[in-house]
T-cell receptor, first 120, second 115 residues
């Protein structure tokens, strides 16, 4: 149990276009979903935290108009990279916390396999 | 504030020898601590976690880690390395202060296993 999927796994786009990445919790309801960015040979950097039905909370330095996050249901969050440029090329990873009774969430985050974005 | 330091960016061991990946943390609150493994082109997989129960935590694939509050450490060990253990390992801390589920990642340690 606790499987998180991402789609697409790899996307190549032209500079100036927008790209949407989906993150789904397949067998559980996710109170909270997180979006990370990972540069080659580096650790994960948290970009934003999203709770179902509310606005995402962005980390310092992350442009919210550039990286649009929507968390419309307890099993789906989307990240849209608007007007992508080559410097946005990166590995984007989402994670989800499982919802428990009483609205709490688990300690553990379950990670998706990541989406590699290449902007030409 | 919380932070995580993985003291070695690269560790190389021979197959069959012990593995030690070091991690130190700082946290203003009682932390939860995790080790994740990332194989090439694959997602992060949880190895083990500490959440204020037993200080010696056993995880998958023969790994274990010991929480030492006095040393603010959470080192990952395995008695005998296998070739399939070669991967990137991340030590992660979460503060238990009702501020949500934000994780802070260490810089990662790349484990190489020689035949």
């Amino acid at each position: 149990g606790a499987v998180v999927s991402q789609h697409p796994s790899w996307v190549i786009c032209k500079s100036g276009t927008s790209v949407k990445i989906e993150c789904r919790s397949l067998d559980f309801q996710a109170t909270t979903m997180f979006w990370y960015r990972q540069f080659p040979k580096q650790s994960l950097m948290l970009m934003a935290t999203s709770n179902e039905g509310s606005k995402a909370t962005y980390e310092q330095g992350v442009e919210k108009d550039k990286f649009l996050i929507n968390h419309a249901s307890l099993t789906l969050s989307t990240l849209t990279v608007t007007s992508a440029h080559p410097e946005d090329s990166s590995f984007y990873i989402c994670s989800a916390s499982r919802q428990l009774a009483g609205g709490l969430s688990t300690d553990t985050q379950y990670f998706g396999p990541g989406t590699r974005l290449t902007v030409l | 504030a919380q932070s995580v330091t993985q003291l070695d960016s690269h560790v190389s061991v021979s197959e069959g020898t012990p593995v030690l990946l070091r991690c130190n943390y700082s946290s203003s609150y009682s932390p939860s601590l995790f080790w994740y493994v990332q194989h090439p082109n694959k997602g992060l997989q949880l190895l083990l976690k500490y959440t204020s129960a037993a200080t010696l935590v056993k995880g998958i694939n023969g790994f274990e880690a010991e929480f030492k509050k006095s040393e603010t450490s959470f080192h990952l060990t395995k008695p005998s390395a296998h070739m399939s253990d070669a991967a990137e390992y991340f030590c992660v801390v979460k503060m238990n202060n009702n501020a949500g589920n934000m994780l802070t990642f260490g810089g990662g340690t790349r484990l190489m296993v020689k035949p």
